[in-house]
Antibody
Framework: EVQLVESGGGLVQPGGSLRLSCAAS????????MSWVRQAPGKGLEWVAN????????YYVDSVKGRFTISRDNAKNSLYLQMNSLRAEDTAVYFC??????????????WGQGTLVAVSS | DIQMTQSPSSLFASVGDRVTITCQAS??????LNWYQQKPGKAPNLLIY???NLETGVPSRFSGSGSGTHFTFTISSLQPEDIATYYC?????????FGGGTKVEIK
């Protein structure tokens, strides 16, 4: 059974840092693109970043470029999002999601339950 | 980035009604378009991929059509369990983008 479990969310002050993790199981993690998607309270879905199966390509939404870093450890079946210089507008539930077709960026067929990041003083 | 314009932003319909949501892309995305359902407090759930393909296990009352820049999502007969917010998403460009969402409620 495919499972994605996020962790690492919490309350952080503006300007602070947080590292989110997503533990994957039930599939060959090293064969799939992975993404982070966030949802601010009462708002819609916003793609944040994605990473190719081997980590050689990474892409970010403009609003987090230079502040967030997506990475993965295929030996540990884990996806990460290092978030620095956090702002109030980064407050959201962060989901990790799997691209369903191996080796290709495609539909996100499995999602984690989400982890809440709250940026406030 | 490719902009996805979804309409309406909300709608009220009765059980058994046909419900239609549209999504317009700012440029040609071929058929690289997904539709997701999201219920409150839950992760999104993939319903339709490649514009018109039904994900395994999804009821046949859900359907999608379109290509290029104009796409349509339809619920043929609205059920109480379909109350949710629906999102389109393009993946023609690696920088993924979502539509603003359509909240479907019962009249």
């Amino acid at each position: 059974e495919v499972q994605l479990v996020e962790s690492g969310g919490g309350l952080v002050q503006p300007g602070g840092s947080l590292r989110l993790s997503c533990a994957a199981s039930g599939f060959t993690f090293s064969s799939h693109w992975m993404s982070w998607v966030r949802q601010a309270p009462g708002k819609g879905l916003e793609w944040v970043a994605n990473i190719k199966q081997d980590g050689s390509e990474k892409y970010y939404v403009d609003s987090v470029k230079g502040r967030f870093t997506i990475s993965r450890d295929n030996a540990k079946n884990s996806l990460y999002l290092q978030m620095n210089s956090l702002r109030a507008e980064d407050t959201a539930v962060y989901f990790c999601a799997r691209s369903d077709t191996p080796m290709v960026l495609s539909s996100s067929d499995f999602w984690g339950q989400g982890t809440l990041v709250a940026v406030s003083s | 980035d490719i902009q996805m314009t979804q309409s309406p932003s909300s709608l009220f319909a009765s059980v058994g009604d046909r419900v239609t949501i549209t999504c317009q892309a700012s440029q040609d995305i071929s058929n690289y378009l997904n539709w997701y359902q999201q219920k409150p407090g839950k992760a999104p759930n993939l319903l339709i991929y490649d514009a018109s393909n039904l994900e395994t296990g999804v009821p046949s009352r859900f359907s999608g059509s379109g290509s290029g820049t104009h796409f349509t999502f339809t619920i043929s007969s609205l059920q109480p369990e379909d109350i949710a917010t629906y999102y389109c998403q393009q993946y023609d460009n690696v920088r993924l983008t979502f539509g603003g969402g359509t909240k479907v409620e019962i009249k």
